[in-house]
């Protein structure tokens, strides 16, 4: 019997589709060499099929499968990764977009049981009508999900205030690489050892797949107050971000624009000034005191607070206007090459940081804008935005790897981490040994513990 029909013994025959349609669309995800490669009309790695469990048990029994006859397997949510995680050459897609019910959501301990295929906007809306909302907001939470979010150790754009997906995973459950299913219990915090269901949280699928996810949920907040804040020089906003950020002030959201990703965020305002400026908005207890507070701080001069509103509006449209510029119809024309660089720096080691890779991106793109996008007392979030409209395809495609080798060498070599959110992917997969120092053999001999067969997602995380 072939993988399809096998398959369709465990799920049934409609959870199992070799449409070429389908194929093609669960070939790669959103990284700028898949969507590159798409535009180039290349003929990307196609799945055996795609497979679509409705519940655990399918998913336990599809991984008993793909051991038993050693064939890859990778998990696919919502396939809006950006770091060409996703490349299933002769593997089946494990689609998990069927598995969206919320389970459960207990409104007095503040806690909604999600199964790992439920879309992100789908569950961020199911709570508001409960008075409640997710802490995690990305600007792609219309394209992920939950599982996803889990797996790329993914953050939001309000992590100043409700922190990452690491703050708001309350408890998991899992089907490792033998079909083993494993639960944790959820309670707020243990000591009971080393917190190996955590593994999970970055493993990109290597380890085994997410089947729910319960995650810790706020109270819509009451009004908001917005403050924007201009700089002469990028120095004085970043020293403005970290007094806020090691003050008790709690912005629920806070970013730093530098003069070139000023100009990409102001492009349809411009009679705006393109100085570094920094947006921010406060809720909750005191928040007319705190924004006071953050605004001595920032010693910088009051800005037109109307553009934090205007980012709150357009906060996700980027994720069009990411897909328009890499199908060759954006402002950047037919050839266009775009890319996203997220790396993160101790406060004593950012400006090195910052930098190092503005200059080594810098000789090799039209537009290099970078702004500061998730603040903590020890650091934070350099968000690169790299573009250049370029003669051919094959010239993009150029660009883009000498774009990373110059990122990530200047990024290690100043002292920075490789990936704040986006994750590692096949993409950052070479610097990745660097990156871990001595944590690499354990992360290999885990692998090749849990996944003897190596038939999770192979390549993603360079595993
Ligand atoms: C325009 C745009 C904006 C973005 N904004 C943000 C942002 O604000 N913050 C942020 O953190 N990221 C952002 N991203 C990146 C991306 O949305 C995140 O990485 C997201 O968490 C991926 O979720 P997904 O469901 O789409 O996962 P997928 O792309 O389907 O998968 C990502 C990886 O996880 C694995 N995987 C997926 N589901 C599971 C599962 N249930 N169990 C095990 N492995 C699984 C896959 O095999 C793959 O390796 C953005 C991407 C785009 C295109």
Redesign the pocket.
């Known amino acids: 019997m072939t993988a399809p029909a096998e398959l369709a013994e465990i799920v049934g025959e409609h959870r199992v589709s070799v449409h070429p349609q389908d194929l093609h669309r669960h070939s790669g ?2 990284s700028p060499a898949a969507l590159l490669a798409r535009r180039m009309g290349r003929r990307l790695a196609r799945p055996l099929c795609v497979v679509r469990p409705r519940t655990t048990k399918h998913v336990a029994q599809i991984v008993e499968w793909a051991n038993a006859t050693k064939t890859p397997l ?9 770091t060409d ?2 490349r299933p050459d002769r593997a089946v897609v494990v689609e ?1 977009r069927a598995m969206n019910e919320i389970r459960d959501f207990d409104e007095k301990s503040r806690l909604v049981r999600a199964e ?1 295929g439920v879309l992100g906007s789908d569950l961020d809306n199911a709570l508001h009508g409960w008075g409640f909302m997710l802490g995690h907001q ?3 939470i219309q ?3 939950v ?3 889990v ?2 150790g ?4 309000l992590s100043s205030r409700y922190g990452g997906i690491e703050d708001l995973v309350a408890g998991m459950e899992a089907v490792l690489p033998d079909g083993r299913i494993v639960r944790t219990k959820g309670t707020p915090r243990t000591a009971t050892g080393p917190d190996v269901a955590s593994l999970l949280i970055g493993a ?2 290597t380890l ?3 089947t729910e996810v319960t995650l810790r949920v706020s109270a819509l907040p009451p009004a908001r107050l917005d403050l924007c804040v201009r700089f002469e020089h990028m120095a004085e906003g970043v020293a403005a971000c970290r007094k806020i950020a090691q003050e008790d002030l709690d912005p629920t959201m806070m970013r730093l624009y530098d003069r070139d990703d000023a100009a990409i965020f102001l492009r349809n305002h411009p009679d705006e000034p393109r100085d570094p400026f920094m947006i921010l908005s406060f809720e909750g207890f005191d928040a007319p005191a705190r924004m006071e507070e953050a605004f001595r701080l920032a010693r910088g001069e009051r800005g037109n607070d109307s553009l934090v509103d205007h980012w709150w509006v357009h906060r996700n449209d ?2 069009h206007e ?1 897909l328009n510029l890499m199908d060759g119809t954006g402002l950047l024309g037919p050839h266009a090459m775009v890319e996203t660089m997220e790396v993160s720096a101790r406060w004593s080691d950012l400006r090195d940081v910052y930098h190092a890779m503005k200059d080594a991106l810098g000789a090799q793109a039209d537009i290099v804008g970078c702004h500061l996008s998730h603040h903590y007392i020890d650091g934070a979030c350099l968000y690169f935005s790299i573009g250049s409209a370029c003669d051919s395809d094959d010239d993009a495609a150029a660009k883009l790897e000498s774009w990373w080798e110059a990122g990530m060498s200047a990024c290690i070599e100043a002292g920075g981490s490789i990936s704040h ?3 590692i ?1 096949r993409r950052r997969a070479r610097w990745l040994p660097t990156e871990l120092g001595g944590w690499w053999d354990v992360l290999v001999a885990l692998k090749k513990t849990l996944d003897p067969n190596g038939i999770m ?1 192979p390549g ?1 995380l360079g595993l």
């Open positions: 995800d959103r990778v998990p696919y949510g919502g396939g809006s990764g950006v995680g996703i998990l790992c990305p600007q792609s394209i992920s999900t599982g996803g979010w797996s790329t993914a953050v939001g754009q990109e699928g085994g797949i997410v980027l994720v990411y959110h986006h994750g992917g997602n993603a």
